[in-house]
């Protein structure tokens, strides 16, 4: 199938033109010019920045060089390898896209449609994470739905926090971890504060030696142990997750998660509603904490005065503090809508990912933000409406 014959949808009532090319051609209109990646991507970007949990989704192949490829299972990082291996690279440039994406779902279509948009290399950040959110609204506009639920979060107050409170670095990657892979941090915190049991553990000296260490010297040291025992991996463990756990372990041993920085956690978490109110317990928290949350909390207050200026009601927006996609390369701004009433899956998400231009391997950092559309749930919902309108379903 060409991705032309791919791309086709129903077509909308009275127009003979389909609501995903129109919603491409707005996009277009926009300022985001089209970008159309090839199908096949090569698989690594996607195992190391979605992690090998991702595998098990992925459509598999190995060319005659040995590299493991894939059928696209989404289109921001084909997006922006795309970007990258262009002239505009480093410069601001912004990208729309309408295309066929290929993941395993368990029971529905592993073939579906995907359109978005990608903005790369704007510096005024804010300003920018507003006018995804305002086009990003539109399509759904476009699809006939006016009244969505907006879920919206900020990954990098929680790094903000975290990063204040000088905890120990495995600790600040294990919360961060938890956080974007949205495990109940409560509980996570729990487990934490347990100090470990009495009694020598047989790895006592590797532990002391280890406390306290950044992940590389934890690394490094198991490295060479395992090199001297002459053995590369234990119970299918790689060097890699052994350090880390030896790691994990020696930090337990240095203590339990102080009590004062769990209740500045768990007061930080609980924040949620109107963005203008979370604004106000944000800046009292660091306050009563004496942490320095301003650069992070002034972008937060920033971004909902520019979503105000596109004449979103910020007031009618949820916002949360524990609010994360799942994807480890957000660094910042984080949204989800949802079909009012029923939002168990979303109809348009995306967020802030700066880290992923330098992780795809660009020489410097370069912002970026932009969101994806789910073209079929979209058309489910808007269908639905026009059939309770007494309109062409």
């Known amino acids: 199938m060409t991705e032309a014959a ?24 926009a300022g985001y010019i089209r970008s159309e990646p090839t199908i096949l991507q090569p698989a690594e970007p996607f195992l190391d920045l979605s992690g090998e949990d991702i595998r098990k989704s992925l459509y598999l192949t190995t060319d005659l060089s040995g590299e493991e490829l894939c059928l696209r299972p989404d289109l921001t990082i084909p997006v922006a390898r795309d ?42 950040r804010a300003a920018a994470d507003a006018e995804m959110l305002a086009l990003a609204l539109e399509a759904t506009t476009a699809f006939g739905l006016g009244d969505v639920e907006i879920r919206t979060g900020d990954v990098a107050l929680f790094n ?12 600040r990657r294990r919360l ?28 006592e000296g590797v532990l002391a030696a280890l406390a306290g260490s950044d992940r ?28 880390d756990r030896f790691l994990e372990q020696s930090t337990l041993k240095a203590g339990a998660l102080p009590r004062d920085a769990v209740a500045v956690i768990k007061r930080f978490l609980a924040i949620t509603g109107d963005p203008d109110d979370a604004v106000a317990q944000l800046r009292a928290l660091a306050k009563d ?53 029923d939002g168990a899956e979303p109809l348009v998400a995306g ?15 370069i912002p970026a933000v ?20 007494g309109g062409a379903a």
């Open 289 to 341: 904490a004496k942490l320095d949350l301003a650069a992070a909390i002034d972008q937060f207050e920033s971004r909902v005065g520019f979503m105000a200026a596109r004449g979103i009601d910020t007031h009618q927006t949820r916002f949360s503090t524990s609010f994360g996609r799942g994807l480890d390369y957000y660094t910042g701004f984080e949204f989800e809508l949802h079909a009012r009433g």
């Open 216 to 243: 590389k010297a934890a690394l490094a040291l198991v490295t060479d142990l395992m090199s001297i025992a002459g053995t590369t991996n234990v119970g299918g463990r790689t060097v890699a997750e052994i350090a």
């Open 83 to 124: 970007y990258l291996a262009s002239a505009r690279a480093g410069q601001p440039a912004g990208f729309s896209y309408l295309g066929p994406v290929f993941r395993y779902r368990w029971g529905r279509p592993s073939q579906f449609l995907q359109a978005g948009v990608e903005s790369f290399g704007r510096q005024d």
């Open 160 to 171: 903000a926090l975290i990063d204040a409170l000088e905890l120990y670095p495995v600790w």
């Open 6 to 29: 791919a791309t086709r949808t129903p077509q909308s009532a009275g127009g003979s033109v389909s609501w995903a090319d129109a919603l491409l051609l707005s996009f277009t209109q």
């Open 176 to 203: 961060i971890k938890d956080f974007n892979r949205k495990v109940s941090l409560t509980d996570d915190i729990a487990q934490l504060t347990l100090t470990t049991a009495p009694g020598r553990n047989e790895y």
């Open 351 to 365: 967020g802030r990912y700066d880290g992923l231009m330098t992780q795809l391997g660009s020489a410097t950092p």
């Open 370 to 389: 932009g969101f994806s559309v789910w073209i079929e749930t979209l058309t489910q919902y808007g269908k639905g409406k026009e059939t309770s309108q």
